[in-house]
């Protein structure tokens, strides 16, 4: 079993739609996936209640059950654990990086955002586990995506090949209860999504 948290300690970043779309990026590649939901705002469990289907399972506990959660997850023979985090809690995104194999951070690609995600990758250092950000909501044919880039590579912050656009299929689906893959595969978000789950299982694998 791999975990992966997502984490940020702004709100806004992406955490929930990016937790939400890798889950079923691992249903639709046959694994047997969970979001484990320690956000109290349970965003993500309620986009899960609307779907109505098991796999990827959606469960919501407070930071203090998530390792007796993911040892039920193990016991039940899980592939993936996506573990969706709350903004402005570092002791509960604390928990959760100490229990993932990985962490992504989403970030918007503005100088704001960019200083807020210090703390974030404070915590990734504390717990000692391998954390890469991806920028969300990147407008097409801006400067600003190359410029975050190149920011974040003079700061040596690692990012992941692959930018999330900024399209109305991540909220749309969301509405429908579905992913982007199952609610556009012919759509951008569809390659976007494929390929930072790629990315994400190359990691997860290498990882000694
Ligand atoms: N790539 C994207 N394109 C369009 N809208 C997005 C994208 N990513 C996130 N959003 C929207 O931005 C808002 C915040 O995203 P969310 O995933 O809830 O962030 P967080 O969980 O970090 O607070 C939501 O309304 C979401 O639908
Ligand atoms: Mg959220």
Known sequence: MKTVA???QKGGAGKTTIALNLSVAASLNKKKS????????????????????????????PASRLSNTLNVCLNNKVDFVFIDTAPHAEQSSLMAARQADLIIIPCRPSVIDIRAIQSTIDICKIAEVKYFIVL??????????????????????PTVPVNIGQRISYINSVTQGQGVMEFDPRGKSYQEINNLYKFVVKQVKSKS
């Not at 469990?45 to 609307?50: E, I, N």
């Not at 990147?138 to 590579?153: F, M």
């Open 34 to 61: 969970v979001i484990i939901d320690i956000d109290p705002q349970t965003s993500i469990t309620q986009w899960g209640d609307s779907r109505n289907k098991e796999n990827p399972t959606v469960i919501s506990v």
């Open 6 to 8: 997502i984490l940020s």
């Open 136 to 157: 969300n909501q990147v407008l097409p044919r801006s400067n600003l995506t190359h410029d975050t880039l190149e920011a974040l590579k003079a700061l040596q912050i």
